[in-house]
Protein backbone atom coordinates (compact mmCIF):
# COMPACT_ATOMS: atom_id res chain seq x y z
CA UNK A 1 0.00 0.00 0.00
CA UNK A 2 0.97 3.53 -0.84
CA UNK A 3 3.03 5.22 2.22
CA UNK A 4 0.85 8.44 1.98
CA UNK A 5 -2.08 6.68 2.42
CA UNK A 6 -0.98 4.74 4.94
CA UNK A 7 -0.29 7.39 6.72
CA UNK A 8 -3.58 9.06 6.08
CA UNK A 9 -5.10 5.93 7.49
CA UNK A 10 -2.88 5.20 10.34
CA UNK A 11 -3.47 9.24 11.08
CA UNK A 12 -7.06 8.79 11.10
CA UNK A 13 -6.37 5.29 13.27
CA UNK A 14 -4.82 6.35 16.14
CA UNK A 15 -7.07 9.17 17.08
CA UNK A 16 -9.34 6.58 17.94
CA UNK A 17 -6.56 3.13 18.76
CA UNK A 18 -7.62 3.16 22.46
CA UNK A 19 -10.58 2.51 24.76
CA UNK A 20 -12.27 4.66 26.96
CA UNK A 21 -9.71 4.30 29.85
CA UNK A 22 -6.75 4.98 27.33
CA UNK A 23 -5.38 1.51 26.75
CA UNK A 24 -5.08 -0.20 23.46
CA UNK A 25 -7.71 -2.20 21.89
CA UNK A 26 -7.22 -5.79 21.65
CA UNK A 27 -7.34 -7.56 18.39
CA UNK A 28 -7.45 -10.96 17.73
CA UNK A 29 -6.35 -12.26 14.47
CA UNK A 30 -7.38 -15.91 12.86
CA UNK A 31 -6.17 -16.63 9.71
CA UNK A 32 -4.76 -19.76 7.99
CA UNK A 33 -2.21 -18.27 6.12
CA UNK A 34 0.61 -17.36 7.86
CA UNK A 35 2.09 -14.16 5.76
CA UNK A 36 -1.49 -13.02 5.63
CA UNK A 37 -1.36 -13.07 9.91
CA UNK A 38 1.70 -11.42 9.89
CA UNK A 39 -0.04 -8.51 6.99
CA UNK A 40 -2.78 -8.38 9.21
CA UNK A 41 -0.74 -7.55 12.38
CA UNK A 42 1.46 -5.58 11.37
CA UNK A 43 -0.96 -3.38 10.33
CA UNK A 44 -3.20 -3.62 12.96
CA UNK A 45 0.15 -2.35 15.08
CA UNK A 46 0.84 0.38 12.32
CA UNK A 47 -2.96 1.46 13.68
CA UNK A 48 -2.21 1.92 17.38
CA UNK A 49 -4.01 -1.30 17.93
CA UNK A 50 -2.34 -4.09 20.33
CA UNK A 51 -1.97 -7.70 19.20
CA UNK A 52 -3.41 -10.07 21.32
CA UNK A 53 -3.37 -13.11 19.68
CA UNK A 54 -2.91 -14.44 15.95
CA UNK A 55 -4.03 -17.83 15.56
CA UNK A 56 -5.75 -20.04 12.75
CA UNK A 57 -8.94 -21.26 12.18
CA UNK A 58 -8.93 -24.34 13.43
CA UNK A 59 -9.47 -23.02 17.35
CA UNK A 60 -12.40 -21.70 16.33
CA UNK A 61 -13.78 -25.16 15.80
CA UNK A 62 -14.34 -26.18 19.13
CA UNK A 63 -17.19 -24.16 21.27
CA UNK A 64 -15.83 -25.68 24.45
CA UNK A 65 -11.86 -24.29 23.44
CA UNK A 66 -12.73 -21.04 21.73
CA UNK A 67 -10.72 -18.41 22.48
CA UNK A 68 -11.55 -15.07 24.50
CA UNK A 69 -11.94 -12.67 21.85
CA UNK A 70 -10.95 -8.68 21.62
CA UNK A 71 -12.14 -5.84 21.03
CA UNK A 72 -11.47 -6.15 17.23
CA UNK A 73 -11.67 -9.65 15.36
CA UNK A 74 -9.79 -9.69 11.98
CA UNK A 75 -10.95 -13.09 10.40
CA UNK A 76 -9.80 -14.62 7.01
CA UNK A 77 -11.62 -17.51 5.17
CA UNK A 78 -11.38 -17.59 1.58
CA UNK A 79 -13.12 -21.49 1.61
CA UNK A 80 -15.30 -22.06 4.05
CA UNK A 81 -16.95 -25.64 4.70
CA UNK A 82 -20.12 -26.81 6.62
CA UNK A 83 -17.75 -26.99 10.15
CA UNK A 84 -15.96 -23.39 9.66
CA UNK A 85 -19.76 -21.64 8.82
CA UNK A 86 -20.80 -23.49 12.13
CA UNK A 87 -17.99 -21.66 13.67
CA UNK A 88 -18.47 -17.99 12.21
CA UNK A 89 -21.88 -17.89 13.01
CA UNK A 90 -20.57 -18.78 16.73
CA UNK A 91 -18.09 -15.93 16.80
CA UNK A 92 -20.69 -13.96 15.11
CA UNK A 93 -22.97 -14.09 17.89
CA UNK A 94 -19.96 -14.19 20.47
CA UNK A 95 -18.98 -11.00 18.91
CA UNK A 96 -22.32 -9.41 19.18
CA UNK A 97 -22.84 -10.01 23.30
CA UNK A 98 -19.79 -9.51 23.75
CA UNK A 99 -19.40 -5.93 21.75
CA UNK A 100 -16.47 -6.89 19.69
CA UNK A 101 -16.24 -5.25 15.87
CA UNK A 102 -16.13 -8.38 13.59
CA UNK A 103 -13.86 -8.07 9.86
CA UNK A 104 -14.27 -11.36 7.65
CA UNK A 105 -12.71 -11.64 4.27
CA UNK A 106 -13.54 -14.07 1.99
CA UNK A 107 -14.29 -14.80 -1.47
CA UNK A 108 -16.56 -14.28 -4.38
CA UNK A 109 -17.54 -17.90 -4.53
CA UNK A 110 -18.36 -18.27 0.03
CA UNK A 111 -19.44 -14.77 -0.47
CA UNK A 112 -23.30 -15.69 0.15
CA UNK A 113 -22.86 -18.80 3.03
CA UNK A 114 -20.37 -15.90 4.53
CA UNK A 115 -23.06 -13.53 4.60
CA UNK A 116 -26.04 -15.85 5.41
CA UNK A 117 -23.65 -16.42 8.70
CA UNK A 118 -23.57 -13.06 10.37
CA UNK A 119 -26.51 -11.78 10.94
CA UNK A 120 -25.70 -10.10 14.70
CA UNK A 121 -22.65 -8.64 15.18
CA UNK A 122 -22.88 -5.73 12.06
CA UNK A 123 -19.78 -7.20 11.01
CA UNK A 124 -17.90 -5.67 7.75
CA UNK A 125 -17.10 -8.13 5.09
CA UNK A 126 -13.97 -8.00 2.68
CA UNK A 127 -14.33 -9.85 -0.49
CA UNK A 128 -10.83 -10.56 -1.31
CA UNK A 129 -9.55 -7.79 -0.44
CA UNK A 130 -6.14 -5.68 -0.88
CA UNK A 131 -4.43 -4.77 2.19
CA UNK A 132 -5.79 -1.32 1.39
CA UNK A 133 -9.45 -2.35 1.82
CA UNK A 134 -8.29 -3.99 5.21
CA UNK A 135 -7.11 -0.39 6.50
CA UNK A 136 -10.17 1.24 5.31
CA UNK A 137 -11.94 -1.34 7.58
CA UNK A 138 -9.71 -0.68 10.28
CA UNK A 139 -10.52 3.14 10.01
CA UNK A 140 -14.36 2.31 9.92
CA UNK A 141 -14.14 0.69 13.10
CA UNK A 142 -12.00 2.73 14.96
CA UNK A 143 -14.60 5.26 13.78
CA UNK A 144 -17.63 2.96 15.30
CA UNK A 145 -15.60 3.25 18.46
CA UNK A 146 -15.31 7.02 19.07
CA UNK A 147 -19.41 6.92 18.28
CA UNK A 148 -18.37 9.01 15.87
CA UNK A 149 -20.45 7.73 12.76
CA UNK A 150 -23.65 6.96 14.86
CA UNK A 151 -23.74 10.83 15.76
CA UNK A 152 -23.77 11.95 12.04
CA UNK A 153 -26.71 12.84 10.47
CA UNK A 154 -27.61 10.72 7.26
CA UNK A 155 -26.26 13.41 4.86
CA UNK A 156 -23.18 13.11 6.71
CA UNK A 157 -23.04 9.42 6.63
CA UNK A 158 -23.50 9.33 2.92
CA UNK A 159 -20.62 12.39 3.05
CA UNK A 160 -18.49 9.94 4.92
CA UNK A 161 -19.17 7.19 2.96
CA UNK A 162 -18.31 8.54 -0.35
CA UNK A 163 -14.69 10.23 1.34
CA UNK A 164 -14.12 6.65 2.62
CA UNK A 165 -14.43 5.09 -1.36
CA UNK A 166 -12.42 7.95 -2.52
CA UNK A 167 -9.42 7.08 0.18
CA UNK A 168 -9.78 3.60 -1.23
CA UNK A 169 -9.39 4.28 -4.98
CA UNK A 170 -6.27 6.87 -3.80
CA UNK A 171 -4.52 3.71 -1.63
CA UNK A 172 -5.35 1.27 -4.39
CA UNK A 173 -3.69 4.00 -7.20
CA UNK A 174 -0.64 4.08 -4.61
CA UNK A 175 -0.68 0.76 -4.05
CA UNK A 176 -0.28 -0.03 -7.63
CA UNK A 177 2.52 2.75 -8.86
CA UNK A 178 4.51 1.73 -5.37
CA UNK A 179 4.18 -2.22 -7.20
CA UNK A 180 5.31 -1.15 -10.20
CA UNK A 181 2.29 -2.07 -11.96
CA UNK A 182 0.45 1.37 -12.76
CA UNK A 183 -2.71 2.47 -12.44
CA UNK A 184 -5.18 0.00 -14.16
CA UNK A 185 -29.26 19.53 5.27
CA UNK A 186 -30.72 16.50 8.07
CA UNK A 187 -32.32 14.23 5.42
CA UNK A 188 -31.41 10.89 4.55
CA UNK A 189 -29.04 11.19 1.45
CA UNK A 190 -31.72 8.71 -0.20
CA UNK A 191 -34.90 10.58 -0.18
CA UNK A 192 -36.62 9.68 -2.88
CA UNK A 193 -39.75 12.03 -3.53
CA UNK A 194 -42.40 11.94 -5.71
CA UNK A 195 -46.10 14.06 -5.70
CA UNK A 196 -44.71 16.24 -2.85
CA UNK A 197 -44.16 13.13 -0.85
CA UNK A 198 -40.88 12.42 1.18
CA UNK A 199 -39.57 9.31 2.28
CA UNK A 200 -37.75 9.93 5.79
CA UNK A 201 -38.51 9.05 9.00
CA UNK A 202 -42.05 11.25 9.14
CA UNK A 203 -43.45 10.46 6.34
CA UNK A 204 -46.46 12.88 4.91
CA UNK A 205 -49.71 10.89 4.40
CA UNK A 206 -50.76 12.39 1.25
CA UNK A 207 -54.12 11.29 -0.49
CA UNK A 208 -57.51 11.93 -0.86
CA UNK A 209 -60.90 12.65 1.36
CA UNK A 210 -62.95 9.51 1.69
CA UNK A 211 -66.40 10.75 1.02
CA UNK A 212 -68.17 8.80 3.74
CA UNK A 213 -66.29 9.74 6.39
CA UNK A 214 -64.56 13.07 5.55
CA UNK A 215 -61.11 11.79 6.48
CA UNK A 216 -57.63 11.53 4.43
CA UNK A 217 -57.24 8.20 2.54
CA UNK A 218 -53.45 7.46 1.35
CA UNK A 219 -53.75 7.18 -2.82
CA UNK A 220 -52.42 4.16 -3.92
CA UNK A 221 -49.31 3.32 -4.48
CA UNK A 222 -48.06 3.60 -8.32
CA UNK A 223 -47.38 0.23 -9.56
CA UNK A 224 -43.64 -0.70 -10.17
CA UNK A 225 -42.91 -0.51 -14.07
CA UNK A 226 -42.42 -3.56 -16.29
CA UNK A 227 -39.46 -5.53 -15.64
CA UNK A 228 -38.52 -5.35 -18.97
CA UNK A 229 -38.03 -1.68 -19.24
CA UNK A 230 -35.82 -1.75 -16.13
CA UNK A 231 -34.12 -4.26 -17.44
CA UNK A 232 -33.48 -2.33 -20.93
CA UNK A 233 -32.58 0.70 -18.26
CA UNK A 234 -29.73 -1.50 -17.08
CA UNK A 235 -28.35 -2.45 -20.21
CA UNK A 236 -28.35 0.72 -21.58
CA UNK A 237 -26.48 1.72 -18.28
CA UNK A 238 -23.95 -1.00 -18.64
CA UNK A 239 -23.27 0.03 -22.28
CA UNK A 240 -21.21 3.32 -21.30
CA UNK A 241 -18.15 0.91 -19.87
CA UNK A 242 -17.92 -0.37 -23.84
CA UNK A 243 -16.55 3.47 -24.34
CA UNK A 244 -16.18 5.24 -21.49
CA UNK A 245 -14.06 4.10 -17.86
CA UNK A 246 -16.69 2.50 -15.73
CA UNK A 247 -15.35 4.49 -12.94
CA UNK A 248 -16.61 7.33 -14.46
CA UNK A 249 -20.36 6.28 -13.85
CA UNK A 250 -19.88 4.16 -10.82
CA UNK A 251 -23.12 4.35 -9.04
CA UNK A 252 -24.49 1.66 -6.89
CA UNK A 253 -26.87 2.61 -5.06
CA UNK A 254 -28.91 3.56 -8.05
CA UNK A 255 -28.00 -0.12 -10.00
CA UNK A 256 -29.08 -1.99 -7.27
CA UNK A 257 -32.07 -0.47 -6.80
CA UNK A 258 -32.73 -0.99 -10.35
CA UNK A 259 -31.81 -4.64 -9.83
CA UNK A 260 -34.37 -5.06 -7.09
CA UNK A 261 -37.09 -3.00 -8.82
CA UNK A 262 -36.76 -5.34 -11.76
CA UNK A 263 -36.41 -8.48 -9.43
CA UNK A 264 -39.48 -7.40 -6.97
CA UNK A 265 -41.94 -7.66 -10.12
CA UNK A 266 -40.25 -10.66 -11.71
CA UNK A 267 -41.09 -12.51 -8.14
CA UNK A 268 -36.93 -13.61 -8.27
CA UNK A 269 -34.80 -13.17 -4.88
CA UNK A 270 -31.68 -11.67 -5.40
CA UNK A 271 -28.55 -12.97 -3.30
CA UNK A 272 -25.78 -10.64 -1.94
CA UNK A 273 -23.40 -12.02 -4.48
CA UNK A 274 -25.93 -11.40 -7.03
CA UNK A 275 -26.64 -8.05 -6.07
CA UNK A 276 -22.69 -7.26 -5.49
CA UNK A 277 -22.06 -7.97 -9.51
CA UNK A 278 -25.36 -5.92 -10.61
CA UNK A 279 -24.14 -2.57 -8.36
CA UNK A 280 -20.77 -2.78 -10.98
CA UNK A 281 -18.03 -2.03 -8.19
CA UNK A 282 -15.75 -4.19 -5.95
CA UNK A 283 -17.80 -6.44 -4.41
CA UNK A 284 -16.24 -5.12 -0.92
CA UNK A 285 -17.60 -1.59 -2.38
CA UNK A 286 -21.09 -2.91 -2.89
CA UNK A 287 -20.78 -4.73 0.35
CA UNK A 288 -20.72 -0.96 1.96
CA UNK A 289 -23.55 0.57 0.00
CA UNK A 290 -25.47 -2.37 0.98
CA UNK A 291 -24.74 -1.93 4.83
CA UNK A 292 -25.75 1.94 4.26
CA UNK A 293 -28.97 1.53 2.51
CA UNK A 294 -30.03 -0.89 4.82
CA UNK A 295 -29.16 1.34 7.46
CA UNK A 296 -31.22 4.15 5.63
CA UNK A 297 -34.47 1.58 5.91
CA UNK A 298 -34.00 1.13 1.62
CA UNK A 299 -32.77 -2.42 0.90
CA UNK A 300 -33.62 -5.20 4.19
CA UNK A 301 -32.14 -8.95 4.73
CA UNK A 302 -34.25 -11.98 4.35
CA UNK A 303 -32.94 -15.06 5.32
CA UNK A 304 -33.70 -18.07 3.22
CA UNK A 305 -36.66 -20.35 4.68
CA UNK A 306 -34.95 -23.23 3.13
CA UNK A 307 -31.17 -22.86 4.20
CA UNK A 308 -30.21 -20.74 7.13
CA UNK A 309 -26.86 -20.43 5.78
CA UNK A 310 -28.42 -18.06 2.91
CA UNK A 311 -30.22 -14.82 2.95
CA UNK A 312 -31.29 -12.31 0.44
CA UNK A 313 -31.43 -8.51 -0.09
CA UNK A 314 -34.73 -7.06 -1.37
CA UNK A 315 -36.37 -3.49 -1.20
CA UNK A 316 -38.08 -1.98 1.59
CA UNK A 317 -42.05 -1.10 1.35
CA UNK A 318 -40.61 2.60 1.45
CA UNK A 319 -37.86 2.05 -0.91
CA UNK A 320 -40.82 0.26 -3.55
CA UNK A 321 -42.94 3.09 -2.73
CA UNK A 322 -40.26 5.57 -3.72
CA UNK A 323 -38.98 3.15 -7.26
CA UNK A 324 -43.26 3.50 -8.04
CA UNK A 325 -43.48 6.96 -7.97
CA UNK A 326 -40.50 8.25 -9.37
CA UNK A 327 -41.36 5.94 -12.64
CA UNK A 328 -44.68 7.40 -12.35
CA UNK A 329 -42.87 10.65 -12.60
CA UNK A 330 -40.88 9.53 -15.30
CA UNK A 331 -44.38 8.28 -17.11
CA UNK A 332 -42.87 4.63 -17.78
CA UNK A 333 -46.10 3.10 -18.64
CA UNK A 334 -45.27 5.50 -22.39
CA UNK A 335 -41.88 4.48 -22.70
CA UNK A 336 -40.82 2.28 -25.51
CA UNK A 337 -40.00 -1.53 -24.46
CA UNK A 338 -39.37 -2.20 -28.12
Not at 14 to 26: E, I, M, P, Q, V
Not at 84 to 92: F, G, H, T, Y
Not at 164 to 175: F, G, M, N, P, Y
Not at 292 to 309: I, S
Amino acid sequence: MGQAAMQYEYGVANDHGHDRGGSALAVSIFADRGYLRAEMAEDAAAAGLRVAQTSDLACLLTPDDAPALGDLVLVDCPVIDGAELAALARLDMRAARGGSHLVVSTSIGSLDDVFGCLDQSDAQILVTPSRADRVIALGRVLARNGNRVRELSEEDRLSLLRLTEQVSQIAHKLEQLSSGHGPSDQHSPFRFEGNGQGLNGNERLEGVLDEGTDRLVRAARPPLPDPRLVRKIIRQRQLRARFFEGDLFADPAWDMLLDLTAARVEHVRVSVTSLCIASGVPPTTALRWIGQMTDAGLLQRVDDETDRRRAFITLTEKAADAMGRYFAELGASSLNLV
